[in-house]
């Protein structure tokens, strides 16, 4: 199997790789992983005042398209709304790498990952709400 | 050649468990190995030559999923009717995956230090020991399936650090050599 020149690409100069601190207020961290291949993937975001996605980061161990796939989502998070990095669709990031029918569950993680983050994020603002 | 047919464990004359003997597995395959091997059927008619070629890489399928632990707990949960939930990347706990990204960042430092992986190895090898003898009482004594397919899920991930240990060590011996 060979991988896509966007795989590669993103595999070779991964964007964004890092954490941001897990406890800090504004961040939102997703912590997935698929059983079948023992991938795991960290993907955190950082959201502004006014609701928009400042910065994000990943860390994924995994093969080169979960690695592409984290790494391409906190690109396109960045800019974002918590709503609108929430319509994210696995669909998206596969057509974007083009990644074979093997590798689609790779994309899936990526979605999870970023839903995950959302799912961190909006816990922590709701019960800095309710103090 | 009903053979081709059976599950690996009535292929192999094993009891459907987790807990089976080694030996009783290696005996076994030998034995199936020389009943079907293609060079025996040589002479024979083309669909009894075809057949014998599926049912030898049957055999070697089934040896390869029954001998190593995890993959046997799988299959048996699989012909136990249970699904081991594999694809769900939602089931396991965060504390549990920051945990293992944690692992593999230190088998990642580790890299290049012989003494430090061999130390996450070790520690590994204990875990996976007590992991797998749970395993067993989970699968053969209490019959608690779910229970048993969140510890199979579990393992994926131990096994697949493991994995990428190992493959350190060896880069590292293999570094070793080519600088002799």
Redesign the interface.
């Known amino acids: 199997m060979s991988y896509s020149a966007k795989v590669i690409d993103h595999y070779e100069n991964p964007r964004n790789v890092g954490s941001f601190d897990k406890d800090d207020a504004d961040v939102g ?1 997703g ?10 993937m ?1 993907l955190q975001i950082k959201v502004g005042k006014d609701g928009i996605i400042e910065d994000a980061r990943f ?1 994924t ?1 995994g093969c080169g398209s979960a690695i592409a796939s984290s790494s391409l989502v906190t690109e396109w998070v960045k800019g974002k709304t918590v709503e609108e990095a929430m319509t994210i669709r696995n669909t998206q990031i596969a057509e974007e790498l083009a990644l074979p029918p093997v590798k689609i ?1 790779c994309s ?2 990526a979605e ?1 990952a970023i839903k ?1 983050a959302v799912a961190d994020y909006r816990k922590k603002h709701g019960e800095n709400q309710g103090e | 050649m009903n053979q081709l047919t059976a599950d690996f464990f009535t292929l192999f004359a094993l009891p459907s468990a987790f807990r089976i003997s080694p030996a009783a597995l290696e005996e076994r395959y030998l034995a199936l190995q020389r009943e079907a091997h293609p060079d025996r059927f040589a002479g024979a008619d083309e669909k009894t030559r075809r057949l014998s070629v599926q049912l030898a890489a049957r055999i070697n399928e089934g040896y390869q999923t029954l001998k190593q632990p995890l993959s046997r707990a799988l299959y048996l949960l699989q012909h136990l009717g249970c699904d081991a939930g594999l694809t769900d990347s939602s089931a396991l706990p965060a504390e549990f995956l920051l945990e293992q990204m944690e692992c593999r960042e230190a088998v990642a430092r580790a890299s290049g230090n012989a003494p430090g992986l061999q130390r996450i190895l070790e520690s590994l090898g204990r875990d996976l020991e007590n992991c797998y003898e749970t395993l067993g009482r989970l699968l053969d004594d209490k019959q608690d399936y779910p229970a048993a397919a969140d510890l199979a899920q579990r393992l994926m991930f131990l096994e697949k650090l493991r994995h990428d240990a190992d493959e350190a060590m060896f880069d590292l011996q293999d570094g070793n050599r080519k600088s002799d």
């Open positions: 961290t912590m997935v992983g698929q059983p079948t291949c023992g991938d795991v960290k860390k161990y569950h899936v993680l999870d995950a």
